[in-house]
């Protein structure tokens, strides 16, 4: 399989993927639970003189799996599986960064400061993944690039046009397009079929505690 890390340039892709990540994530509404004191909500129903007890559960959530209908589907599908469960730990723990980079960004006023953080930040990145990077293929690091939308509701280009600038945006652009990345690519389950199936193949694996959710609203959802 092609390596979309095997030289310095590659890594330094990947490695601004999850920056983008870090410094851009989408802001979810904390959701909270508490437990009833009470326990369960139950109870007894008589029938014909029967009693049955009866008791509430916790909702229980259902992903199907898709259809798939020859050998090549499944082994795609299979493939894909494999793909996703490699990239999504790197997405949970640069979104779990996330807020500690924004707080540390949102007190620094001055332009040059904040790019001096960031930069140093890209740096940490570096010397944290590069190994793993290293090891990732080129359709996996497109893979990390919609994930990135899925997070952050934004695609990578306009997230470094942003928190960068225009020239940056078009250069890292080109340098992934090298690499078939193309950081302008959301991410649209709905309309494509390979992000059907990695919205499917994420729910099913959030659902079975496989993977854990970055964002806090899933992981209330799925953690159960």
């Not at 599986?81 to 949970?92: A, I, L, N, Q, T």
């Not at 960064?97 to 740096?123: A, C, F, H, P």
């Not at 010397?127 to 899925?150: A, D, H, M, V, W």
């Not at 990578?156 to 090298?178: C, D, L, P, Q």
Request: proline fraction near 4%.
């Amino acid at each position: 399989m092609a390596k979309v890390a095997g030289n310095k340039t590659g890594v330094k892709v990947l490695f601004t993927l999850l920056w983008c990540l870090s410094v851009h994530a989408q802001k979810v509404d904390t959701l909270s639970t508490a437990p009833d004191p009470k326990g369960l909500l139950s109870g007894q129903l008589i029938v014909d003189g029967d009693t049955v007890p009866w008791s509430v559960l916790d909702e229980v959530l259902f992903v199907a799996k898709p259809t798939l209908n020859d050998f090549q589907a499944r082994r795609n599908y299979y493939a894909l599986m494999k793909k996703v469960s490699r990239v999504y730990p790197y997405v949970r723990e640069a979104a779990l960064r996330m807020d500690s980079v924004n707080m540390q960004l949102e007190g620094i006023d001055r332009k040059r400061q904040r790019r001096k953080y960031t930069k140093s930040y890209q740096k940490y990145l570096e010397e944290r993944f590069e190994p793993e990077l290293r090891k990732l293929t080129r359709s996996e690091g497109q893979i990390l690039s919609k994930l990135i939308y899925r997070e952050t509701n934004t695609s990578v280009y306009e997230i470094i046009k942003t928190h960068r600038n225009g020239w940056s945006a078009r250069f890292w652009s080109m340098t992934a397009w090298w690499y078939d990345i193309d950081l302008k690519r959301p991410y649209d389950p709905e309309n494509d079929a390979e992000d059907r199936l990695i919205e499917n193949i994420l729910l099913r694996k959030f659902i079975a505690g496989e993977l854990i959710p970055a964002r806090a609203d899933e992981r209330i959802l799925y953690q159960r």
